[in-house]
């Protein structure tokens, strides 16, 4: 039996929950492009599984601009005001499973030597509702081991099922109680009646799928649903990216790039920020700004030096970071396939040119490099032990 939600009863908990004093999220149409913002009313929310933000919903956890603490001088004394964190309930609807996964692995690093309270506690009350998405040219979720019904990040999750009809599915308790009472139960939904749906449970089954969007059958609701064409093995890049740091595909490849840094902002899983003071001498607020590493600036000295003093070697950063710098550290891929990168820039660059060429270099290589996710750490020690030993 399949937990079933109309569309009017979807309305319903909407306005139920602006009602009751809660921020509620859902993409919205603005001019010809979709964002994820705050709605006053439920007839704003667009639900629809080929929707694809031109934003990300990493801002209701990592706003662009947030004061951290305020100052004041009153006599001689400098009087400083921690700033208040965020105390109210939020609720975002249809964000792409792609978008709610990147949400456990920036927790990774919010929480790690600092634990950043502004990110975590808007974490805490906040319920993420899903809308399984159905893939476009873009996509490569299933590259780096998703899916685009993945339930990583999300509370509960909304399945198209026939004409004004969602299956949901509850994963959470927090997810449970933004549906309790509003949800009737009902057959698993034939093939026929499913309109574009993108999902699989069979997530690991994704993750090694050479098909172009093959049709697979979801063994939850036996419906056939589509999957993003797998476009690389991430272990073949991450073990390239290890032992070849100046590749010249950066060099051949950045000199498209613009450096408007859009890639970034547009990312879930981009996290650079800058801290500044802003206001006057006497009083002002000390603050987070969202940065970018395809800034010139971004790592400009004092003395005039740049160490990355090109678009290439900024790609480079990026790519280093996502693929080998951040898994090595945390256990998790520094991105989940969005394809916002690639989707928002003017010359359709994002990061996934650069390692489906990193990853054919690592095949092409001469021994072939070994799939498999390997610690360089341990490896490292390894040949310093070797070391001592002959010495």
């Avoid at 109309?6 to 979709?34: H, R």
């Avoid at 704003?44 to 100052?71: L, M, Q, W």
């Avoid at 105390?87 to 975002?92: C, H, K, L, Y």
């Avoid at 981009?270 to 940065?291: L, P, Q, S, T, Y």
Wanted: glycine residues 8%; contains cysteine.
């Amino acid at each position: 039996m399949s937990k079933v939600l109309t569309s009017g009863k979807l309305n319903e908990v909407i306005s139920f929950l602006i009602s009751g004093g809660k921020q509620v999220v859902a993409p919205v149409l603005s001019g010809d492009k979709y964002f994820y913002c705050a709605i006053s009313d439920s007839g704003e929310a667009v639900f629809d599984s080929a929707v694809k933000s031109s934003g990300s919903v990493k801002e209701f956890f990592f706003p662009r601009h947030e004061k951290i603490c305020g100052y004041c001088h009153e006599g001689k004394e400098l009087v400083v005001t921690d700033a208040e964190l965020f105390s109210g309930e939020q609720v975002i609807f249809g964000v792409r499973p792609c978008e709610a996964a990147s949400l456990p692995i920036l927790d990774k690093v919010f929480g790690w030597d600092f634990q950043d309270r502004f990110f975590q506690m808007r974490r805490e009350r906040t319920t993420v509702i899903t809308l399984a998405c159905e893939p476009d040219d873009f996509c490569f979720c299933t590259s780096v081991g998703l899916a685009p019904d993945m339930e990583l990040g999300a509370d509960a999750m909304l399945i198209p099922a026939g004409k004004d009809n969602f299956e949901v599915r509850i994963f959470t308790d927090k997810g449970s109680a933004i549906f309790d009472g509003n949800l009737s139960e009902t057959k698993s939904t034939s093939a026929s009646e499913t309109e574009s749906l993108a999902a699989t449970t069979a997530t690991t089954t994704a993750t090694t799928s050479t098909a172009t969007t093959a049709n697979v059958t979801d063994k939850t609701t036996d419906k056939a649903v589509n999957l993003p064409e797998s476009k690389f093995e991430a272990a073949y890049v991450q073990r390239y990216l290890t032992d070849n740091f100046a590749d010249e595909v950066f060099d051949r490849l950045s000199i498209r790039c613009l450096g408007c840094g859009v890639c970034t902002y547009v990312c879930p899983t981009c996290h650079c920020f800058d801290i500044v003071d802003e206001g006057g001498a006497f009083c002002g607020e000390r603050v987070k700004n969202w940065d970018s590493c395809q800034f010139a600036f971004f790592t400009h000295h004092a003395s005039g030096h740049n160490p990355r003093g090109n678009q290439s070697a900024r790609q480079r950063n990026r790519i280093q970071h996502k693929f080998r710098i951040y898994p090595e550290k945390f256990g998790h891929i520094l991105c989940t396939g969005c394809g916002n990168c690639a989707r928002q820039c003017s010359v359709t660059l994002g990061v996934l040119p650069y390692v489906e060429e990193l990853e054919k270099k690592a095949k092409a290589s001469n021994p072939p490099y070994s799939l498999h996710l390997f610690d360089r750490r341990a490896e490292i020690l390894d040949k310093k032990t070797k070391t001592i030993d002959k010495g």
